[in-house]
T-cell receptor
Framework: NAGVTQTPKFQVLKTGQSMTLQCAQDMNHNSMYWYRQDPGMGLRLIYY???????DKGEVPNGYNVSRLNKREFSLRLESAAPSQTSVYFC?????????????FGPGTRLLVL | GQSLEQPSEVTAVEGAIVQINCTYQTSGFYGLSWYQQHDGGAPTFLSYNGLDGLEETGRFSSFLSRSDSYGYLLLQELQMKDSASYFCAVSPFKAAGNKLTFGGGTRVLVKP
């Protein structure tokens, strides 16, 4: 099992450019999430998908869109990148077992917007 | 809304015990989780408390008091590899697809 995979690992964009961050999980989890983490900070939820076919806004959704392509894949799109979107982006998926929800994170995408 | 408070940094020596406190204010509460993150790495799950009391997993233990809106992570017999950031996170609802709200993280530095 690869777990949660993300592409690309690194990306440099110019202000105004667009890009899509890809995420896939092979654990058959229903729920998937996108977070951003700024230096020295905690994780902030951008969007999440509780199940295939549904998506909802998190704490910091402005400037982003998401697509839950199927049960495995959840992509994050920046339509017009801004320097404030320079961050590390983590995708996660989760499973609930005996009432406990555990999130499994991908390795992250490091994004620099110039 | 949700807010979680935890200390920003803790320093200790190998073999020592460290306690990381987490206080929370949430509009709903289902459980408290702890995640570890090494520099440059991804967060990984450590522990979960859904009920009051202590949960033990090897050298790590986690405690929850719902009435005090408080929990802690206890790291025992510290090792150099425990140098990392530790995040508490609140699950607000029982439904699946639970949105976690994370604290700002506590950076633990273990010295020889």
């Amino acid at each position: 099992n690869a777990g949660v995979t993300q592409t690309p690992k690194f990306q440099v964009l110019k202000t105004g450019q667009s890009m899509t961050l890809q995420c896939a999980q092979d654990m058959n989890h229903n729920s998937m999430y996108w977070y951003r983490q700024d230096p020295g900070m905690g994780l902030r939820l951008i969007y999440y998908s509780a199940s295939e076919g549904t998506t909802d806004k998190g704490e910091v959704p402005n400037g982003y869109n998401v697509s839950r392509l199927n049960k495995r894949e959840f992509s994050l799109r920046l339509e017009s990148a801004a320097p404030s979107q320079t961050s590390v982006y983590f995708c996660a998926s989760s499973a609930r077992d005996a009432g406990q929800e555990t999130q499994y994170f991908g390795p992250g995408t490091r994004l620099l917007v110039l | 809304g949700q807010s979680l408070e935890q200390p920003s940094e803790v320093t200790a020596v190998e073999g020592a015990i460290v306690q990381i406190n987490c206080t929370y204010q949430t509009s709903g509460f289902y459980g408290l989780s702890w995640y570890q993150q090494h520099d440059g790495g991804a967060p990984t799950f450590l522990s979960y408390n859904g009920l009051d009391g202590l949960e033990e997993t090897g050298r790590f233990s986690s405690f929850l008091s719902r009435s005090d809106s408080y929990g802690y992570l206890l790291l025992q017999e510290l090792q150099m590899k425990d140098s990392a950031s530790y995040f508490c996170a609140v699950s607000p609802f029982k439904a699946a697809g639970n949105k976690l709200t994370f604290g700002g993280g506590t950076r633990v530095l273990v010295k020889p």
